[in-house]
C-alpha cells in the first residue's frame, strides 16, 4: 500500500512562507494527494487535493513533483492560526486505505 | 452549510454504561465515517457508512456499534467500554465513498469520550 512520510515537526515566523514536504515514493497512477491539518482542539480540516498538475485555493498551494513521488504544501504567509498538525494522505482506489492518516508534520508558527 | 456537528461534546460513562455519540450533517453526503483518535495520535478509521448502509468496519470490537437511520444521521452506541477506549471520537462525511478520492472530507469537532 501507498504510503507517506512527513517530518515530525516544522517551525516558522508568522508572515513568512511555509513548504511542508511530503515523500510518497509508492504513490500509484490513480492515487490523489490530499493534505488535511488538525487545528488544536479541533477535528481535522481539508486544506487541498491534486493529481498531478499544481493546484492552488484560498488555503494554500499544493506543489507536485515531476515523478509524483512527493508533494510540498505551501502556506504563503503563516500566522499564528496555522499552527496545526498537516497531514498529507493518499487516496486512490483502495477504499479502505483511503482513510488512513500518517503522523502528520507539527507546524509552529513563532510570533 | 459545511458543518458536521457531534453531540456531546465531552461525554464520562462507567465500564458498565450503555450511552450513544450522535453526528449530523446537512450537506447531503452519502458517506460517513467514525474515527477514533487517541492523544498525540492521527485518527483512525473504525467505520464508513455509504448510502446508509455499513461499507467498512476497521475490525472494530463490537462493544461499538454504528448505526445510519437516515442520510443526515450516524450514530455510535457505546456498550461495556474499557477506560482504553477513552479518546476523541470523530465523525466525517464526504459526497460519497465512490470516488472517494475526488471529493474532500468534512469533519466535526468530535466528542472527547472518558471511560472510568
Known amino acids: 500500500d501507498a504510503k507517506t512520510t512527513q517530518p515530525n515537526s516544522m517551525e516558522s515566523n508568522e508572515e513568512e512562507p511555509v513548504h511542508l514536504p511530503c515523500n510518497h515514493s509508492t504513490i500509484s497512477g490513480t492515487d490523489y494527494i490530499h493534505w488535511y491539518r488538525q487545528l488544536p482542539s479541533q477535528g481535522p480540516e481539508y486544506v487541498i487535493h491534486?493529481?498531478?498538475s499544481n493546484v492552488n485555493n484560498r488555503m494554500a498551494s499544493l506543489a507536485i513533483a515531476e515523478d509524483r513521488k512527493s508533494s510540498t504544501l505551501i502556506l504563503h504567509r503563516a500566522t499564528l492560526r496555522d499552527a496545526a498538525v498537516y497531514y498529507c494522505i493518499l487516496r486512490g482506489s483502495n477504499y479502505g486505505q483511503n482513510f488512513v492518516f500518517g503522523p502528520g508534520t507539527r507546524l509552529s508558527v513563532l510570533p | 452549510d459545511t458543518e458536521v456537528t457531534q453531540t456531546p461534546k465531552h461525554l464520562v460513562m462507567g465500564m458498565t454504561n450503555k450511552k450513544s455519540l450522535k453526528c449530523e450533517q446537512h450537506m447531503g453526503h452519502r458517506a460517513m465515517y467514525w474515527y477514533k483518535q487517541k492523544a498525540k495520535k492521527p485518527p483512525e478509521l473504525m467505520f464508513v457508512y455509504s448510502y446508509e448502509k455499513l461499507s467498512i468496519n476497521e475490525s472494530v470490537p463490537s462493544r461499538f456499534s454504528p448505526e445510519c437511520p437516515n442520510s443526515s444521521l450516524l450514530n455510535l452506541h457505546l456498550h461495556a467500554l474499557q477506560p482504553e477506549d477513552s479518546a476523541l471520537y470523530l465523525c466525517?462525511?464526504?459526497?460519497?465513498?465512490?470516488?472517494?478520492?475526488?471529493?474532500?472530507?468534512?469533519f466535526g469537532p468530535g466528542t472527547r469520550l472518558t471511560v472510568t
Open positions: 466525517a462525511s464526504s459526497q460519497a465513498l465512490a470516488g472517494a478520492p475526488l471529493y474532500e472530507q468534512y
Open positions: 491534486g493529481l498531478t
